[in-house]
């Protein structure tokens, strides 16, 4: 069975940066099981696995634009320290749900504690980066009505309700 929007399928898959480090991998656990199509995975790697079946071995490169796009400076911002209010110790690398420009719900990471400044990061950690995959393609099946439905799979190695 070929993978098309509407497969669930599963994967094992290591993801490097362009210095060779491994930044995840599902290596020595459970394949990663997402519905095809749904935006599930990234763009870039959703794309080269199409028309590819169980067996199938691929090395992936994504530009930043078809992954987690490109860094945006406009999404760094100063905040002051009583804009935590209730947060007693804040720290490099916390993240906080905070409103975005466009008014959604968007994750922002503190990069820097300057004094009463906190700076924080909007930008997902992987954004502006190539990602590269070594990804090997485990299984493919019909997806169910309900998980097409609900957007994601369900069950073993995928969403549990």
């Known amino acids: 069975m070929l993978i098309a929007p509407n497969k669930a399928v599963s994967i094992d898959y290591t993801l490097t940066n362009d210095a060779g480090e491994v930044i995840d991998s599902s290596a020595g656990g459970a394949p990663l099981v997402y519905l095809h199509g749904a ?3 990234i763009g870039g790697l959703e794309k080269a696995l199409l028309g590819k079946q169980a067996g199938d071995e691929l090395d992936v490169s994504v530009e930043p634009e078809d992954a987690y796009g490109e860094y945006s400076a406009e999404l760094v911002a100063t905040l002051n320290r009583t ?3 209730g ?5 490099v690398g916390m993240q906080f749900h905070a409103s ?11 990069r820097d504690l300057e004094g009463d400044d906190v700076i924080v990061d909007g930008n ?7 990602l590269n995959f070594k990804v090997k393609v485990v299984e493919v099946r019909d997806a169910s009505e309900e998980e097409v439905a609900h957007g ?3 069950g073993e190695g995928g969403h549990h309700h």
């Open 87 to 91: 947060v007693d110790e804040l720290e």
């Open 83 to 85: 804009m935590f209010e």
């Open 39 to 41: 935006g599930n995975i």
């Open 152 to 154: 994601h799979v369900h």
């Open 124 to 130: 997902h950690p992987l954004a502006g980066q190539r």
């Open 100 to 110: 975005g420009p466009d008014g959604s719900m968007q994750i922002v990471t503190i």
